[in-house]
């Protein structure tokens, strides 16, 4: 006699999960893992057909990201005398010289910046105005939150012409400040709606207790609500911070130089000196990582689950 | 520790009256029990006191100051809440350590530390205490939440049905520690219930709250032994008083309407015939449920009654209460 349980899977049934799984995982990781192969391949094996699995890895890539080279003439080879550094030797297999760094550490630092300022002031903002919506009888409460989801009923990019006419009106084109405001007013919708639905399911009698157990309101709020809703707050946060990291229209044509992001910038790696496909790859292997990072972060509050119980319902 | 006065509250829920012009002295080191079926007001009535609603009209005073400007906090009141309300991210000792590490009381860790450890034994929670709030049982909640309010000393302590989800064995004990404390401390407590004898056993005073409106005021004694109206006769008494006309029996005053008969005003073995429907052994008592005139009565009788179903047994009344048309009482 075998027996078997109705609420454990059998072994087939895992079998079949997990290889679903494993192969989902892959279908959606392939294009990310070719990145981050490609940005370490030379280029000439990065166009290789067929598209060449293994292959020797190389910092290339990394090198023409973070740098600009000039074509050097061989009397100024000599010049230069033998490489010094390993970066200089692998420059000079195409008979360069490094001329100086790139822009491309400035445009990371910007989307860092613009990218983690906007959601620091989305979430900020956002906490507060939910926790308002959520606790106190605001006048009109169903049409300002209606209005404010409104702002995103139409993608960002169709008021982009009348930003860029307002930004340049006010100074703010191409500034730090302008693309966080920007960020910040498309994301604080998104943090609004999704904060007071997290702060709503947190009961009143907690913050009761509190204002009962001595503590004014926003002692109550800061040290029993908050510590609550940081699950919430946290996958907000991750969301605000991957919009305004990805976006790349609106940057596009608001920032040129001082302001400009990351996203915007990449592509223009491609246009110096020939189709660099691994310096492409590896500035957005880079990219990928702070957002990869914050989650990593944050995912410790996600995880710890929703808390419930000690009020009786 | 300090007399509460709520002088003509009068709260308003959109339409309805939560609370109807409630005047109400609670003596400083008395024990006032409210009393009232769901949505009396008994839960408005402690929210007033506590400072988390505000009156429409009328005022609270605390220590003969008028609290009417005051926040919860700057009222000094410790109030149980029915859903417990623990801090679910804290631990049992957090919770118990927070009241007292407001910015209100700031009591130094040492002090901190001597009062859980007193509160937390008597409220048998001494080992529970470093789990979190959320890993409790129902009961364990409860008793955090009452020592969440036991570790301070406020004006008053306002509870609000803190016995509901124990067991029998650990209310007992606990109607009876809390009847300690507040005897040994002389602190004043607001206590919220259903259980009427948390009312009879702990109360100094009890209030009988209907539709917002406090219709009777006294010691339980007194709500028990002289009721105002039907409906405070019924808040108290186990079984519940019996009403009939006021005719069956003969001898009722004028405008008398019903007949009220708690099981020691009814006199068995004299007076006229009733017939035994039903007799329930329940250990220490016998309850019988008699047919009389046609009309139903449940009295007690002594607990190895020979009685059975189908016997007669005479009664009478015994100095009964009578009541108008309007429920109200008149003799």
């Keep these: ?313 | 520790m300090a007399e509460v006065i709520l002088k003509n509250i009068t709260k308003k829920f959109g339409e309805a009256a939560a609370l109807d012009n409630v005047t109400m002295i609670i003596p400083n080191g008395s024990f006032v029990v409210l009393l009232g079926p769901t949505g009396a007001g008994k839960t408005t009535t402690l929210r007033m006191v506590s400072g988390l609603d505000k009156p429409d009209t009328g005022d609270v005073l605390i220590g003969g100051q008028s609290v009417a400007g005051l926040a919860p906090a700057q009222r000094n009141v410790a109030m149980v809440f029915q859903q417990y309300s623990l801090y679910p991210h804290l631990t049992v000792r957090e919770n118990l350590a927070f009241p007292l590490k407001s910015p209100l009381l700031k009591t130094p860790a040492a002090e901190i530390e001597r009062k859980i450890k007193e509160v937390s034994e008597v409220l048998q929670i001494s080992h529970k205490l470093d789990n979190k709030a959320t890993a409790l049982s129902g009961g364990e909640m409860q008793r955090v939440s009452i020592g969440r309010a036991l570790v301070r000393n406020p004006t008053i302590f306002l509870m609000d049905e803190p016995l509901s989800s124990l067991d029998a064995k650990l209310r007992a004990d606990l109607r009876i520690e809390l009847k300690r404390i507040q005897a040994k401390s002389g602190a004043t407590l607001l206590y919220v219930t259903h259980d009427q004898i948390e009312a009879m056993t702990m109360a100094t005073h009890v209030g009988v709250l209907e539709q917002g409106k406090l219709v009777q005021f006294g010691s339980p004694r007194e709500i028990y032994e002289n009721p105002v109206s039907i409906y405070s006769a019924s808040r108290l008494g186990q079984p519940r008083i019996n009403l009939l006309p006021a005719s069956v029996f003969g001898g009722a005053p004028n405008r008398a309407c019903q007949i009220g008969l708690r099981p020691e005003q009814i006199v068995q073995g004299e007076g006229e015939e009733s017939f035994v429907k039903r007799v329930e052994h329940l250990g220490d008592q016998t309850r019988l449920h008699l047919s009389f005139k046609n009309h139903n009565l449940i009295t007690v009788t002594d607990a190895h009654t020979k009685l059975t179903e189908g016997d007669i047994v005479r009664i009478r009344p015994e100095r009964p209460f009578y009541f108008d048309d309007a429920g109200m009482r008149v003799a």
């Design chain 1, 1 to 313: 006699m075998s027996s078997y349980s109705i609420t454990e899977p059998s072994k087939r049934q895992k079998w079949a999960a997990g290889s679903f799984v494993i192969f989902y995982a892959v279908v959606t990781l392939m294009p990310l893992l070719w990145i981050i192969a490609t940005g370490f391949k030379s280029p000439s094996d990065a166009i290789a057909y067929p598209p060449k699995v293994v292959f020797q890895p190389t910092l290339e890539g990394y090198v023409n990201l973070f740098t600009t080279r000039t074509r050097a003439t061989p009397e100024m080879l000599v010049q230069a005398g033998e490489p010094k550094t390993w970066y200089d030797r692998i420059v000079r297999q195409y008979d360069m010289v490094i001329a100086g760094p790139s822009r491309y550490g400035e445009r990371f630092l910007n989307s860092v910046i613009i990218g983690f300022g906007s959601t620091f002031f989305a979430i900020v903002l956002g906490t507060a105005a939910a926790y308002a919506f959520s606790r106190f009888r605001v006048p009109l409460k169903d049409d300002l939150l209606f209005f404010i989801l409104s702002t995103r009923m139409m993608p960002p990019i169709a008021v982009a012409i009348p930003i860029f006419l307002m930004f340049r009106q006010l100074g703010l084109n191409d500034t730090h400040a302008g693309m966080i405001l920007l960020y910040t007013a498309i994301n604080l919708s998104l943090s609004v709606w999704l904060i007071h639905g997290f702060i709503n399911e947190i009961p009143i009698e907690y913050e009761e207790a509190a204002l009962i157990d001595g503590y004014t309101r926003f002692q109550a709020f800061y040290k029993v609500v908050l510590p609550q809703a940081t699950t919430g707050i946290a996958s907000t946060a991750i969301f605000c911070l991957i919009f305004a990291w990805n976006e790349y229209a609106l940057a596009a044509l608001l920032t040129s130089g001082t302001a400009q992001t990351a996203p915007p910038f990449i592509p223009t790696i491609i246009g110096t000196g020939g189709q660099d496909w691994p310096a492409v790859a590896a500035g957005a292997t880079i990219f990928l990582l702070p957002v990869m990072i914050f989650t990593i972060l944050l995912r410790k509050h996600l995880l710890r689950g929703i808390t419930f119980g000690a009020v009786r319902k």
